[in-house]
């Protein structure tokens, strides 16, 4: 188990670049092979955006450039991962951004608890101005971001009993990410948080050294938490977002027209990551319903209480990421909630 406070990624030279989109000087595609690892599974969505990543960057540069997918965690949980392009050993991964905020404190805006209704306020914030400017801190650690795919809203399982209302929270020992955020909100709400890299959770189910988790519905699917927890809770009650992330060692490398190569790709199997992660979450739901999983809403009332709660915790992470920042997000979700 690492706790937030440890979690410092390594390999933070300072760069010159700034590694935007454009200006490598160079020119041409050169024969290239692209390492790309996530965590989760191949029939999940995210999986499946990656397969269209590579379709499209091996079609784009007319076979040159090959990216060899790697799924499940078999080259690492998402900071290991992270760390491995920094240091260029791998090039590409797609972590969530919560275990990112040892390095960049202020991505821990998007693990503030019910702060979007919908996935489309959450596509405003990431694909407006507070989404790209974070994107900006990122090539100080030796990365460089293309752009923010859906891992989507969390939903509590457990195999204790099914959580309606705040109370229900108490006592139960909780996987969380590797995230103060998450910890502190759910130390809040008198839960037993636990924070664990994604792929030690299903065994930590099975063997009850917790008693349930938090993810999106697809991922529960996926990951056949079903098989280890009874109770699905619809909390909804935080949105998490995907950074895609290259190497800035390798991205420093590729000429322009590459560089075109990776981003357009990303954007592009990005948009249709996130149609498929919306539609694959409707469906997950009736087969986890179908596979026995007992399922419960939670009403507005009870999650106003539960936001209640977490107040305190919120406030003081606003102070620590950013006042303004903070605002600036809450104003970009009201505009794209009232439009
Ligand atoms: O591929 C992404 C996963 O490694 C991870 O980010 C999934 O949301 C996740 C979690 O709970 O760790």
């Known amino acids: 188990i690492v706790l937030p406070g440890m979690l410092v990624l390594g390999g933070c030279g300072a760069s010159k ?141 457990n195999s204790k009993h099914p959580v309606k209302t705040a109370e229900d929270f108490k006592g139960l020992k909780i996987r969380t990410m590797q995230n103060e955020v998450h910890l502190d909100a759910f130390k809040k709400l008198g839960a037993n948080p636990s924070p664990m890299a994604f792929s030690e959770v299903f065994t930590a189910l099975e063997g009850k050294t917790v008693d349930g988790q938090e993810n999106p519905l697809a991922t529960i699917k996926s990951s056949k938490y079903d098989e280890v927890q009874s109770y699905l809770s619809m909390t909804k009650h935080v949105y998490t977002p995907f950074v895609f992330l290259v190497s800035k060692k390798f991205w420093d490398g590729l000429s322009e027209e590459e560089q075109k190569i990776m981003k357009d790709s990303a954007v592009e199997a990005g948009k249709y990551q996130r149609d498929l992660n919306r539609k694959e979450n409707e469906k997950a739901l009736k087969d986890l319903e179908k596979a026995g999983m007992k399922v419960n809403e939670v009403s507005d009332a009870e999650k106003e209480k539960m936001k209640e709660i977490i107040k305190p915790v919120t406030d003081k992470y606003a102070k620590k990421f950013g006042e303004d920042l903070v605002n600036q997000m809450m104003d970009e979700v009201d505009k794209a909630r009232n439009q």
Do not use: C
Not at 36 to 43: M, S, T, Y
Not at 84 to 97: D, F, K, Y
Not at 114 to 138: I, R, S, W
């Open 17 to 157: 670049s700034g590694g935007s989109a454009s200006g490598s000087g160079k020119s041409g595609i050169q024969q290239r092979t692209i390492k790309a690892g996530i965590g989760l599974n191949e029939d999940h969505p995210e999986g499946q955006g990656m397969i269209k990543f590579k379709e499209l960057v091996e079609k784009k540069s007319g076979g040159k450039m090959k990216v060899q997918n790697f799924f499940s965690a078999t080259l690492g949980d998402d900071q290991k991962m992270t760390e491995a392009l920094q240091g260029g050993l791998q090039e590409v991964t797609v972590p969530s951004t919560s275990p990112l905020v040892g390095m960049i404190k202020e991505y821990g805006i998007f693990d503030f608890p019910f702060v979007f209704n919908t996935e489309e306020e959450a596509y405003a914030v990431l694909d407006g101005k507070v989404g790209q400017e974070l994107l900006k801190k990122l090539p100080e650690h030796n990365l460089i971001g293309l752009g923010y795919w859906e891992n989507g809203f969390r939903n509590l399982t």
